[in-house]
Structures are given as C-alpha cells and as structure tokens.
C-alpha cells in the first residue's frame, strides 16, 4: 500500500486525523498501528476505529512531529507480516451503513447505562423519540430566533403580521398532529 493512499483529515498542532483506505481497515492492521504509534517516544493517544479507518494521535509537538508520526506509519505498513497485509479493496468487508451505525451506538448506551435506568434508555433512545426531541428542538430554536419580532411587532399589530401569525399557527398544528399520531 502507498502512503499516498492516507488521508489527512485533520492536522494541528499536537494531533492528526488521518483515513486509512478501505484495504486496510482490518483489526490486526489497527492494533499494529496502535501499538507501533504508542511506542514513538511523544506520542501520548492513539484511537483507532475499524470501520471507518480513522487514526487520531494525539502528540507532544515539542517531542515529535507530524513527520515522524507519517514516518512511522510508513514503516509499520511496509512491515506487516504477510498474513496482516491489507487485501484487495474488493474483497475488503464493507463499512457499516447509518442504520447499523446507529443500533450499534443504541446498544452501546443501553449497555452503558445502570440496569435501573436501562428501560428509560431504550425508550428514549428509539426513533419516535428522537424524532419527537428534534422537533422540539427547533420549533424551540424558532421561538428563540423570532421572540424579539413576536413580542415587538406580531402582537402589537397582528393584523399587520396575520402571514407570521398563520404560518406559527400552522407549524403548531404540524407538531400537535404529528405527536398525536
């Protein structure tokens, strides 16, 4: 595999991001990268996430440099062993879609949480509810932005201002209908 393949997806001072291609987001290519950047003096927390083939670092820049972090991964990719090396893209296992993503992010908070408070979190973690928080989310976030025009102008003259009036009476409806179903 070329180092050109890597992608930089954040780099700043004391931490790089970086997306390894698709042949080797493998568990044994992780954990060699893992334990290969930890043992560069400086380095002080490496995270590695399978799926997504993203490498974070984070690093004392006065110890290292980005280079020898780029350098070091150059090195631990030549030397995998034969049975590590990354394989054709084609037969590389396919990322996780949204939907997983997002159960297996479900199950890990469920699993998180105190037994006593388990049920709460599955409830509220289910696609209703989160709907149902987005939703409140913004039509608070509306109220917030307009507060100043409702309490300013809209209720002076609410003839003068009868759209503004009917479009929040319409969004009102939406809400209500929509928790109702």
């Known amino acids: 595999?070329?180092?050109?393949?890597?992608?930089?997806?954040c780099r700043d001072t004391g931490y790089l991001r970086l997306r390894l291609?698709?042949?080797c987001r493998s568990a044994a290519v992780g954990a060699r990268l893992e334990s290969g950047l930890k043992a560069l003096p400086g380095v002080q927390r490496v995270t590695w996430l399978t799926p997504e083939g993203k490498l974070a670092i984070r690093f004392d820049a006065r110890a290292v440099s980005h280079a020898d972090i780029a350098r070091r991964i150059k090195e631990l990719l030549a030397d995998l062993p034969a049975a590590e090396a990354p394989v054709a893209a084609a037969a590389a296992e396919p990322a996780p879609g949204l939907a997983?993503?997002?159960g297996d992010?479900?199950?890990?908070?469920?699993a998180a949480a105190p037994a006593r408070f388990r049920p709460l979190v599955e409830n509220a973690t289910t696609e209703k509810a989160l709907t149902n928080f987005t939703n409140d989310v913004v039509a608070f976030y509306l109220i917030k932005v307009h507060w100043e025009l409702i309490t300013r102008y809209w209720i002076k003259d609410p003839v003068k201002y009868a759209n503004a009036w009917?479009?929040?009476?319409?969004?009102v409806f939406l809400l209500v209908r929509y928790r109702k179903s």
Do not use: C, H, N, Q
């Open 1 to 9: 595999m070329e180092a050109r393949s890597i992608e930089v997806l």
């Open 100 to 102: 997983e993503r997002l």
């Open 21 to 23: 291609p698709a042949p």
């Open 105 to 110: 992010l479900r199950a890990r908070l469920i």
């Open 166 to 171: 009917l479009t929040v009476f319409y969004l």
